[in-house]
């Protein structure tokens, strides 16, 4: 835990009870994309900026070819412009191509039955690209869900991804306690977009009633081994999740469009600040509304210390995924880690 650093000050005022209690309630509300928002026409890096330590982009998206293209028309009526269409290699290609080290693949089921090819795709994109790590998904409850599971870990991914927004859930589902042991067993980590935004009515269910800091609180007070990842910060709950980096030690967040001063929110910059050693660097690439490194050029236009820098945008994601670590990174990114 990052015990050592002082908390947000927004959350001086809020008592810590250890129960989950304390933590701030926001009221349901329309929600980021109650209507689409536009595109960005920004400009866009044709490589990572120079003088950065090893970057691991730990939140790519990778589908499918049909799929992608029924995401893309998702977007399209309730999301975003999507500027980057293309298929799951050239996803990699383009990345790697830019500088980017390593790339953390996410997929996800929508409905039951399709995990195993979905598993089955990433696989055999990790198989072509050694600088690929490869996250499974599994439907929660469908039929045979941790053979699934188990199986797609045997074959080497590293971690599962979730998506309550899509999948119509909340992390405290009953469904969800198995798939939860089972990352403990297999020792990998669960990437699940719990954060209550970007909420849309293009989604079955909302999000604002299925999502809320207090629930991953208690998920992890009930199992203390799994370790779990938020993606986008958390949004739009940073306080009540800057409490939680403090309570659990296996909590991760990532910074995937939280930062690019995108969506009409404050941008939580004190987190960065206050844990760099528990937030991954992540795009959303290639589902963007604007330039593939926005959100990076912002983070080093922050000028975190070095050690910092290294540990948020590659340091911690290759250690908690199980990458490889370059030569130049230092021990002390490694400390920072932790």
Request: hydrophobic share 40%.
């Amino acid at each position: 835990m990052s015990g050592t650093r002082s908390p947000l000050p927004c959350l001086a005022s809020i008592a810590a009870s250890g129960d989950g209690s304390d933590l701030p309630r926001l009221p349901t509300g329309p929600g980021f994309l109650a209507q689409p928002l536009p595109a960005l026409d920004d400009r866009e890096g044709s490589r990572i900026p120079a003088g950065l330590p090893p970057v691991v982009d730990a939140h790519v998206h990778v589908f499918p070819h049909r799929l992608s293209q029924a995401i893309w028309r998702w977007f399209d009526q309730y999301g975003w412009p999507i500027r980057y269409r293309l298929g799951a290699p050239e996803v990699v290609e383009y990345l790697l191509e830019r500088g980017v080290e390593r790339v953390v693949a996410l997929t996800y089921a929508h409905k039951p039955g399709i995990a195993r090819s979905l598993n089955d795709f990433v696989v055999e994109l990790c198989r072509a690209e050694p600088r690929v790590l490869g996250c499974a998904t599994v439907f929660p409850g469908e039929s045979g869900a941790i053979e699934i599971l188990g199986d797609a870990f045997a074959a080497g991914l590293v971690g599962v991804k979730l998506h309550c927004h899509v999948q119509g859930m909340s992390v405290t589902d009953d469904c969800f306690g198995p798939i939860y042991e089972c990352c403990v067993r297999h020792d990998r980590p669960a990437v699940i977009h719990a954060g209550r935004e970007p909420k849309s009515p293009g989604y079955k269910t909302d999000p604002h009633a299925l999502c809320s800091v207090d629930r991953v609180d208690q998920v992890l007070r009930e199992h203390p081994r799994l370790r779990l990842v938020v993606p986008h910060l958390g949004a739009d709950e940073f306080d009540g999740y800057a409490r939680l980096l403090e309570r659990h030690a296996g909590l991760w967040l990532d910074t995937t469009m939280a930062v690019a001063g995108y969506f009409p929110t404050q941008v939580p910059w004190e987190l960065l600040d206050a844990f760099p050693g528990r937030i991954l660097y992540g795009s959303d690439f290639p589902n963007l509304p604007f330039a593939w490194d926005r959100e990076l050029t912002r983070i080093v236009e922050r000028r975190l210390s070095a050690d910092s820098l290294q540990a948020l945008l590659g340091a911690t994601a290759l250690r908690l995924f199980g990458g490889s670590m370059p030569p130049c990174v230092s021990a002390a990114a490694r400390s920072a880690a932790d």
